[in-house]
């Protein structure tokens, strides 16, 4: 089952290829081309690959401070306007190849290979570039698509298997926000940390069609994209809370966890609500298979992750900015007052969260 099928962008269409097996043939056709590669696979993929700048996948990699020498290396190396830059990595090297391609001379061409299930579900499609600032994560960023991303979901069989649960997360997430059908047919694939490779094709071809409704009806977050921030209000303040111990997709299935453990705190309840239960108890085993995750959640201080969530940048002066799902099932964004109930809710909602995983 493989698929292609075209993203519609203001700059133009891009090109995403889903077939597994293909990273042979795809890395044969980039014998020549510049790329930006994860240093991860500089043993085995080095060899074939003649003009690349290797980096390392960590966080602190894709800061704007890095972005210099970089871009400097590019210039030595003779990569010019016209220039094709193939970026092979998970997400950290998707936001620098993307922005490095969109400011340097002013904007490059470039192509993708995601190598994690999370890039491959979620990230590789969108555009959106995030790069930190000193302490601050994503501070600044820019709009600028790939013009072709090749998928290998074989490539998802060498990595850790905590990591398909990051991307499972990301992906029931998506497909969840999209409705009825995109979440049946992704519970339908059977996502698991055990999961087949012709299974996780299914998942990303699935996940990847939900997300683009998203960013082809909303391609600049103005409106219903802003939905696929979904957990992301609690995940970020869980995740920054744990020190990154709490890997981005793990905590987004927690924050999820907590913002309907928030509406309840409010007084809504979803008894009845399959799809809800169904959804839950999903991303319960999900951040379950990360090994530790008792241990993280118990170390988290509390005061430390509110700190975090009231300071999240989506919130205005007088209300936190949401995403919850309402009385209806349907997932909305919501503008809810600062006041002492509500901290006493988000408080209460995170609490009980982690008590549920550490008793
Ligand atoms: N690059 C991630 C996104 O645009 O959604």
Same mark, same amino acid.
């Given at each position: ?23 042979? %043939? ?8 510049? +790329? ?9 993929? @080095?060899?074939? #690959?003649?003009?690349? !700048? ?12 890095? =972005? ?9 190396? @003779? ?11 998970? &997400? ?6 993307? !922005? ?6 002013? &904007? ?6 995601? $190598? $994690? ?23 600044? &960023? ?16 060498? +990595? ?9 997360? %990301? ?22 940390? $055990?999961?087949?490779?012709?299974? #996780? ?12 409704? !998203?960013?082809?009806?909303? %391609? ?6 802003? #939905?696929?921030?979904?957990?992301? $209000? ?20 927690? @924050? ?13 309840? !979803? ?14 085993? =999900? ?9 993280? +959640? ?18 205005? &002066? ?10 209806? @099932?349907?997932?909305? #964004? %919501? ?25």
């Amino acid at each position: 089952m493989s698929a292609s099928f075209s993203i519609h962008a203001s700059t133009g269409s891009y090109e995403v290829r889903v077939a597994a097996g293909s990273l042979t %043939e795809t890395l044969a056709q980039q014998a020549h081309a510049y +790329l930006l590669v994860d240093a991860f696979f500089r043993d085995t993929l @080095g060899k074939a #690959l003649q003009q690349t !700048f290797f980096l390392a996948a960590e966080e602190r990699e894709k800061s704007l401070d890095r =972005m210099p020498l970089l871009i400097e290396q590019m210039r030595a190396a @003779g990569v010019h306007r016209r220039t094709v830059l193939t970026a092979i990595g998970g &997400g950290v090297i998707q936001d620098i190849a993307a !922005f490095a391609s969109s400011v340097y001379m002013r &904007g490059l061409r470039w192509a993708y290979v995601p $190598t $994690t299930v999370l890039a491959m579900v979620d990230s590789c499609i969108g555009g959106k570039s995030s790069i930190n600032v000193g302490p601050y994560k994503n501070l600044v &960023g820019t709009f600028h698509p790939p013009e072709q991303i090749w998928i290998d979901p074989a490539v998802a069989e060498t +990595l850790p298997r905590d990591q398909f649960a990051s991307g499972l997360i %990301e992906a029931a997430k998506i497909c969840f926000c999209r409705g009825e059908e995109a979440f049946s047919t992704h519970m339908a694939a059977g996502p698991s940390t $055990t999961m087949s490779t012709a299974a #996780l094709e299914a998942v990303i071809i699935n996940s990847l069609q939900a997300k683009k409704y !998203f960013i082809e009806i909303d %391609e600049f977050d103005q409106k219903e994209r802003l #939905l696929l921030n979904f957990g992301h $209000t609690f995940g970020h303040a869980i995740e920054g809370a744990s020190h990154y111990a709490i890997p981005h997709g793990i905590a987004v299935g927690v @924050g999820i966890l907590c913002s309907l453990a928030f509406q309840r705190e409010r007084g809504l309840s !979803f008894t009845n609500m399959e799809r809800i239960a169904i959804f839950e108890k999903h991303l319960r085993e =999900m951040v379950m298979s990360l090994p530790g995750i008792r241990e993280h +959640l118990a170390a988290l201080s509390i005061d430390d992750v509110m700190e975090r969530f009231a300071s999240d940048k989506k919130h205005t &002066g007088h209300q936190f900015t949401l995403i919850l799902v309402n009385q209806a @099932g349907e997932v909305v #964004l %919501e503008q809810i007052d600062k006041n002492k109930q509500t901290s006493q809710a988000v408080r209460h909602a995170i609490e009980t969260t982690r008590e549920s995983y550490t008793r």
